[in-house]
Each structure stands twice: as structure tokens, then as C-alpha cells.
């Protein structure tokens, strides 16, 4: 069985997957490597001074969302960005965030050095009081389902759904003072999808697309619940 990750091209290795496998299996352990690659927390080491250090944060605050690191390579999509904005409204019942802005992807160099210094940098050029960093990392398993018995006829390679794809995404972020460079709050969420059609046919791109789905609202339900505790504070 082979585990294609995000680096791959629209197929993602399937073709090769899917006559190789029988059940899905993810590599967690990969993933949760693969989630700290990019952060670079030296980067951040710097201390402010004392004055700054010591300074609360401003509340309620100007929460600027970092473009995401990892495989979102692309920026958030439109239907993301509705999904953060709906955390900003629960956070803003609760006192904690008075408006959500994203940092624009034309203020911010990623990498392993630069990333999260840029959006710290980026997010007080946008007056943001704080600023969500976010990365995700997927793992994609392809395999042989039970219809795939069709496969032994040329015809049932183009019309028998007998392939399966389930993809895992893992997606975590912190919540840091753009001044303090403390960090107030942290969130995980995690997200499944599948996909089955016809070898002929098979990619792996809805169901990451599923599974990012899924773990994007995990993630706003963790986070909106450790933001939240902001207001006790």
C-alpha cells in the first residue's frame, strides 16, 4: 500500500495505490512530524521588552488570520473564509474578538525560517492585535473494496466503483500576541473523507478536500472554545 501526501500531483499516486492495498491505514505518526516542519519557533525567540512583555492583551482584540501553512498552499478558498468568519462571530459574543481581518498572501514569505516572523510582522501592518497561525498536513490511503472483483474484466476497470480513497487531515494552530509574541491560546482539529469510483477514474482530490473540510471545523470548535476562555481573563 502506498500513502501519497500533498507534495504529489492531482493524482496523488493513486494509480499505483489502488492495485496494491485492501483497507486503509494512516501513518499518524508521519503526520504529526510532518505538522512541524514549516514552524520555526526560534524565529519568534527574540524577547520584546520588558514594557512589551508585560503588556495584557487588548481585548476586545483585531484577530488577523495568517494564510495557511503546509498544504494550503493556495490561500483559504471563499467557503473557508465564511467558516473563520462564523468563529469570529462566536468569539465576538463572547467578548473576546471585535473583527477578523486575513492577512493578505502578498505580505508573507513562508518557509521553514520566515513564515511565522512574516505573519507576526504582516499581522502589525494590518493593526491586528493578535494573529492565528495555522498548519495541515494530510495522509491519503488508497485501496481495493469488494466491488473491485469486477476489475477482472476490462469494462469493470472503467464503470465498477471498486476503488476507495479515505484521507486523514491534521490541522493545528496558536493564537500569539502581535506585540508580546506570547501565546494565548492553541487548537487542534482533525478531519476524514472518503472517495470511491471506478479505477480508471479514481484521484484522491475530493476526498481531501472532504477531509480538510472536516478538519477546518474541528479546529474552529477547539479553537473557538480555548479563544473563548480570553474573557475570563
Not at 496523488?12 to 485492501?22: E, F, N, R, Y
Not at 487588548?58 to 467557503?79: C, D, F, H, I, N
Not at 493593526?127 to 476490462?154: G, H, I, K, M, W
Not at 487548537?187 to 484521484?203: D, I, L, N, P, Q
Amino acid at each position: 500500500m502506498e500513502r501519497c501526501d500533498e507534495k504529489d500531483d492531482g493524482r496523488g499516486g493513486d494509480d499505483g495505490a489502488v492495485i496494491s492495498g485492501c483497507s486503509a491505514s494512516h501513518n499518524l505518526v508521519g503526520l504529526q512530524e510532518r505538522l512541524g516542519e514549516e514552524f520555526s519557533w526560534e524565529a519568534l525567540a527574540a524577547p520584546g521588552s520588558e514594557e512589551q512583555e508585560s503588556e495584557p492583551l487588548k481585548r476586545p482584540l483585531r484577530l488577523a488570520v495568517a494564510p495557511p501553512m503546509g498544504e494550503w498552499r493556495r490561500g483559504w478558498s471563499q467557503e473557508e473564509r465564511e467558516e473563520i468568519r462564523k468563529w469570529g462571530a462566536d468569539l465576538e459574543k463572547a467578548g473576546v474578538v471585535r473583527e477578523v481581518v486575513f492577512i493578505p498572501e502578498l505580505l508573507v514569505e513562508h518557509g521553514h525560517e520566515k513564515g511565522l516572523e512574516n505573519f507576526m510582522e504582516a499581522a502589525r501592518r494590518c493593526e491586528a492585535d493578535a494573529v492565528l497561525v495555522t498548519r495541515s498536513a494530510s495522509d491519503v490511503d488508497s485501496y481495493l473494496n469488494p466491488l473491485s472483483v469486477a476489475y477482472l474484466t476490462v469494462v469493470g476497470l472503467w464503470i465498477i466503483p471498486g476503488s476507495s480513497c479515505e484521507s486523514l487531515t491534521l490541522m493545528e494552530g496558536v493564537l500569539m500576541g502581535t506585540r508580546t509574541r506570547k501565546i494565548h491560546a492553541t487548537a487542534m482539529g482533525e478531519g476524514r473523507g472518503s472517495e470511491c469510483s471506478a479505477w480508471a477514474y479514481m484521484e484522491s482530490t475530493h476526498a481531501r478536500k472532504r477531509s480538510r473540510e472536516a478538519a477546518l471545523k474541528a479546529f474552529g470548535v477547539e479553537f473557538v472554545k480555548e479563544a473563548g476562555k480570553l474573557s475570563d481573563r
